[in-house]
């Protein structure tokens, strides 16, 4: 079965350093996102991603972030300057045709910001 | 806006025990409506989704859940639990009108043998 695909699994970065998430979507899909889970939090989202540009983004989703799909099969979630509060689990997800259609999540990074 | 309520943050149950979880959202219009499944160290699997129609929905490893507009619910239900069901259980709710979902706080099942 077709899978999207993180990594890392998990990442230690210092406060104030830049990070780069990375996920490979399914092949065919054409919908892709980025959530965050807090530990013992719901799943939050950060943004969407249709047609090469950002499609909604939340309020978490500041200046400090940006997203891109560098090469047609990679899809990466840049944080300019991590602080302790950025530490979270990220999911990338993607989906055929929209959030109506659910997606496919991903195993997640595990992002430590010490 | 949406939101979504799972009103029991931690379910027990033996296994071969039907389960019930619930799931309340609030929204204008008749929503997407979506259950997902967390093991522990995994992502997030869709279990079953709800758009339109009828309104008990069959999803995968033998869930279904039905969806009661009058009572703004969306309840996931099983017949008989198995041990590998432990496990988070998310709803979530979408829109026509966003690319996003929410999520509710999760309901965390324990399958006793």
């Known amino acids: 079965e077709p899978e999207v695909t993180q990594t890392p699994s998990h990442q230690v970065t210092q406060m104030g350093q830049e990070v780069i998430l990375r996920c490979v979507p399914i092949s065919n899909h054409l919908y892709f996102y980025w959530y965050r889970q807090i530990l013992g939090q719901k799943v939050e989202f950060l943004v969407s991603f249709y047609n090469n540009e950002i499609s909604e983004k939340s309020e978490i989703f500041d200046d400090q972030f940006s997203v891109e799909r560098p090469d047609g099969s990679n899809f990466t979630l840049k944080i300019r300057s991590t602080k302790l509060e950025d530490s979270a689990m990220y999911f990338c997800?993607?989906?055929?045709?929209?959030?109506?259609?659910?997606?496919?999540f991903g195993s997640g990074t595990r992002l430590t910001v010490v | 806006a949406q939101s979504v309520t799972q009103p029991d943050i931690h379910i027990t149950v033996s296994e071969g025990a039907s389960l019930e979880l619930r799931c309340n959202y609030s929204y204008g219009a008749t929503p997407y409506l979506f259950w997902y499944v967390q093991s522990p160290g995994q992502g997030l699997q869709l279990l079953l989704k709800y758009f339109s129609g009828d309104t008990l929905v069959q999803g995968i490893k033998g869930f279904e859940a039905e969806f009661k507009r009058s009572q703004s619910s969306f309840n996931l239900r099983k017949p008989s639990v198995h041990w590998s069901d432990a496990a988070e259980y998310f709803c979530a709710v979408g829109a026509p009108s966003t690319d996003k979902l929410i999520f509710g706080t999760g309901t965390r099942l324990q399958v006793f043998p």
């Open positions: 997800a993607s989906s055929e045709a929209g959030q109506g259609y659910g997606y496919t």
